[in-house]
């Protein structure tokens, strides 16, 4: 294969249409989230992420994986864990069985903050996907999208 594949300028354009459309998403529901709620994209994606764990045995996320879950370094996800800890929207604590694992968890007032972001966000993101829907280039990529909402949590 050479630079100038067929193939692979066309899998380079496709993918250059993934992350256009990714970017103006990820714009567009950082700026709602900020403006109303002072809350940035990630996070709300760490909240939410949080939000969804169960009680019990296994239930919760260890450090590691947040970081999995919210696509950054660990180091990354510890400052981002810290600054939401200082506001009070976080909380950490040793594993009662593994004293080296570390876990997080979101407080109550974590929980109310993302309760009444969850309908910026999702109106930003549907808003975000029906202007990109208008673009040749990313229509075919915003129809996977919605045919994935069928397979993955609804949007509300």
């Known amino acids: 294969m050479t630079a100038t594949d067929p193939a692979m300028t066309a899998l380079a354009h496709s993918w250059c ?9 990820e714009g567009r529901v950082e700026r709602a989230l900020q403006t109303s709620h002072d809350l940035s994209a990630r996070e709300y994606s760490l909240l939410d992420v949080l939000s969804r764990q169960h009680d019990g045995e296994g239930g919760h996320l260890q450090m590691r994986q ?7 370094s660990q180091s990354a996800t510890t400052r981002l864990v810290t600054r939401l800890e200082d506001r009070g929207l976080l909380s950490r604590y040793l594993c009662p069985t593994d004293r080296r694992g570390i876990y997080v968890d979101v407080t109550d007032k974590g ?3 993302l309760e009444e972001a969850r309908p910026t966000h999702n109106t930003a993101l549907r808003e975000a996907l029906d202007q990109a829907s208008a673009e040749a280039e990313l229509a075919p990529l915003v129809q996977a999208v919605k045919q994935l909402q069928g397979t993955t949590t609804p949007v509300t």
Do not use: P, Y
Not at 17 to 25: D, E, F, K, N, Q
Not at 66 to 72: C, E, I, P, R
């Open 66 to 72: 947040v970081a999995d879950s919210v696509v950054l």
């Open 17 to 25: 249409a993934l992350s256009l459309l990714h970017g103006r998403i």
């Open 111 to 113: 929980s109310r903050l």
